[in-house]
């Protein structure tokens, strides 16, 4: 009777992501599409695209934008829909904000909100692996994430896809620490911002390729066979 080999630990093969789709956009390219969906060419532009559910915890980032100071040139852009939007809203309503926090439809192209975007904001409570990260560096896009805490049922997935200070910032669960990471980066960001995007985007070619993710795959299997 032929034996059965066991493994001793799981392996992950973390997905890939479409490099040829979701890719850097020169200046003159975004501020073109800024403008053609009513967005301001010069500010700094915070993007969370998601289903809009408790668990993606958006009302953080919402909150957020309410303690930056008033001369601020951060802006607030949430793509998508769901049961939370009109919380969102009427959020946007209470605390004023209707200046500084723009809303807009679920698309088929989120390239485009990627490419008008300074930063991608992954605010979710709950998210075992948003492909909306890979997404949004391959743009170039550095990403703020936060930490996972067990403890208060943070659960995801961000540290084995954000490298803390080289392609985004991992920072406690909450609008306050989001904020405070917000106005840090509003004041080094024409210094930071460049350095950020060419790391995001070389991670996922390094790391992310679909045509990795399937070598990575074989081998896997292979060694389940041999």
């Known amino acids: 009777m032929q034996s059965i080999k066991t493994r001793n630990q799981v392996m992950i093969v973390q997905p890939g992501v479409d490099l040829t789709r979701f890719k850097?956009?020169?200046?003159?390219?975004?501020?073109?599409?800024?403008?053609?969906?009513?967005?301001?060419?010069?500010?700094i532009i915070g993007l969370c695209l998601a289903r809009l559910v408790p668990q993606k915890g958006i009302d953080n980032?919402?909150?957020?934008?309410?303690?930056?100071?008033?001369?601020?040139?951060?802006k607030l852009?949430?793509?998508?829909?769901?049961?939370?939007?009109?919380?969102?809203?009427?959020?946007?309503?209470?605390?004023?904000?209707?200046?500084?926090?723009?809303?807009f439809p679920p698309t088929s192209e989120p390239e485009i909100f990627y490419a008008v975007a300074d930063v991608f904001l992954m605010v979710s409570k709950y998210e075992p692996f948003g492909q909306t990260l890979l997404e949004a560096q391959a743009t170039g896009l550095p990403v703020v994430g936060f930490i996972r805490d067990d403890k208060n049922d943070?659960?995801?997935?961000?540290?084995?896809?954000?490298?803390?200070?080289?392609?985004?910032?991992?920072?406690?669960?909450?609008?306050?620490?989001?904020?405070?990471?917000?106005?840090?980066?509003e004041s080094q960001f024409s210094q930071s911002e460049l350095v950020y995007k060419i790391n995001a985007r070389a991670?996922?070619?390094?790391?992310?390729?679909?045509?990795?993710?399937?070598?990575?795959?074989?081998?896997?299997?292979?060694?389940?066979?041999?």
């Open 61 to 74: 980032a919402v909150i957020a934008m309410s303690k930056l100071p008033a001369d601020s040139r951060w």
């Open 154 to 185: 943070i659960f995801n997935a961000n540290s084995e896809v954000i490298i803390n200070g080289e392609t985004g910032w991992l920072i406690p669960y909450g609008f306050e620490s989001l904020s405070q990471l917000l106005i840090s980066i």
């Open 203 to 226: 991670l996922m070619e390094s790391n992310h390729r679909w045509d990795r993710f399937c070598e990575k795959l074989i081998i896997e299997f292979k060694a389940l066979n041999a």
């Open 77 to 103: 852009c949430i793509v998508g829909d769901g049961p939370e939007e009109l919380l969102l809203r009427r959020l946007v309503e209470k605390l004023n904000l209707s200046h500084r926090v723009y809303f």
């Open 24 to 43: 850097p956009v020169d200046k003159m390219r975004r501020q073109a599409i800024r403008h053609s969906i009513g967005l301001p060419s010069k500010d």
